[in-house]
């Protein structure tokens, strides 16, 4: 399984990016996928998931404001990011979990600074 994420940069306060992570290989389903992110000297967290077919799950901060979205053609998820604020700046990674494993992508930098 390969997790591989893109979409990331640089984007002034307000501003908006929408993140992909394609996923290959033995893929049973995206349905539990999410996305995870780190920011410097900080534990990672997570920021949104698919919970079950059809529910999604946010964090208390990116409520309202992020939206987790998938293609079970293309084995891509997608994390549109609008309102973006300084503290979203991490770097971002989506995660499968399937079976025992976890996999994870290598992740994206997201930068939001004027």
């Known amino acids: 399984v390969q997790l591989v994420e893109s979409g990331g940069g640089l984007v002034q306060p307000g501003g908006s990016l929408r993140l992909s992570c394609a996923a290959s290989?033995?893929?049973?389903?995206?349905?539990?996928m999410g996305w995870y992110r780190q920011a410097p000297g900080k534990q990672r967290e997570l920021v949104a998931r698919?919970?079950?077919?059809?529910?999604?799950y946010y964090a208390d901060s990116v409520k309202g404001r992020f939206t987790i979205s998938g293609d079970n053609a293309k084995n891509t998820v997608y994390l549109q990011m609008n309102s973006l604020k300084p503290e979203d700046t991490a770097i971002y990674y989506c995660?499968?979990?399937?079976?025992?494993?976890?996999?994870w992508g290598q992740g994206t930098q997201v930068t939001v600074s004027s």
């Open positions: 698919f919970v079950n077919v059809g529910n999604t």
């Open positions: 290989g033995s893929i049973f389903s995206i349905n539990a």
């Open positions: 995660n499968l979990p399937q079976g025992l494993n976890r996999y």
